[in-house]
């Protein structure tokens, strides 16, 4: 559930007096289900007509709540089931007349949701070729593009880890401010020594045979990554001498 904050003051992310809220309130109300959500997103959801804020005279948006629930539902069609926004939009109209919409069901199940007892030990969350093609709504050419310059990966059976969609995503809105993926090849080339120096740390415990020290490096490796990722943003922020939401 969503917190939409109601009022108070804090670095200019308060709800304004009628109930509407600034996108700095919305990013805020956001982040606690979805922490990757950036101002930049929020904007691109509306470039594409998901929403439609408000505008003061001055321009500034402003939210309803409905706009920050609208959000929501739009983040989830992305995260949990790979929904083109095209699709996303369709279903969006349809709950809006009153439809059932059925989702489907890909990848990991979220914390809550009941899911059947698995036949066999879990695997790594992934997507097919088809699929990943439809969630974000490119060409095979494109997708070809991308693998050249080594931003995705398929693995053995042809298909791609999840994660492959929200870097697919993040490569097709970085193509709208012109950022082609040749350019990107320096950006994977340091995730890849990022990864490689995680590693490092937990192959010792990843080799023991004591299950519980294998979960442990698994736990010590996401730590790991959430800190480089942590560290890679404040050294970019710092280069460019700009301070992000």
């Known amino acids: 559930m969503l917190h939409t904050p109601s009022g108070g003051a ?8 009628s109930g509407l809220m600034s ?3 919305v990013l805020n109300a956001l982040r606690g289900e979805f922490p990757e959500v950036t101002i930049s997103k929020i904007r691109f959801l509306e470039s594409e007509g998901l929403i439609e804020p408000q505008r003061t005279p001055s321009g500034y948006r402003k939210f309803s709540a409905r706009d920050v629930e609208r959000l929501g539902r739009v983040l989830r069609m992305q995260r949990d089931h790979y929904l083109p926004l095209k699709v996303i939009r369709e279903h969006l109209e349809a709950m809006e007349r009153g439809e059932a919409v059925q989702l489907p069901v890909v990848g990991r199940q979220r914390d809550g949701e009941s899911a059947p007892e698995p036949s066999e030990p879990p ?4 997507i097919g070729r ?11 050419q494109e997708l070809k593009e991308w693998e050249s310059y080594g931003l995705l990966t398929p693995l053995e059976d042809g298909a791609y880890d999840a994660e492959a ?5 993040l490569v097709v809105e970085l193509g709208r401010f012109g950022i082609e993926p040749r350019h990107l090849r320096a950006m994977k080339a340091a995730a890849d020594r990022e990864a490689g120096l995680v590693d490092q740390v937990v192959a010792p415990l990843k080799r023991h045979r004591n299950p519980q020290t294998r979960a442990h ?6 730590e790991l990554a959430g800190l480089t990722v942590k560290l890679h943003a404040a050294l970019v922020q710092m280069a460019l001498g700009v301070r992000l939401p």
């Not at 695997?123 to 992934?126: D, F, G, L």
């Not at 490096?217 to 996401?222: G, L, P, Q, V």
């Open 123 to 126: 695997t790594a969350a992934r």
């Open 165 to 169: 969609v929200t870097v697919a995503l």
């Open 130 to 140: 088809d699929e990943l093609l439809t969630a974000v709504g490119v060409d095979e």
């Open 10 to 17: 804090g670095h200019g992310t308060a709800a304004t007096d």
């Open 217 to 222: 490096a698994e736990a010590r490796a996401k």
């Open 23 to 25: 996108i700095g309130a």
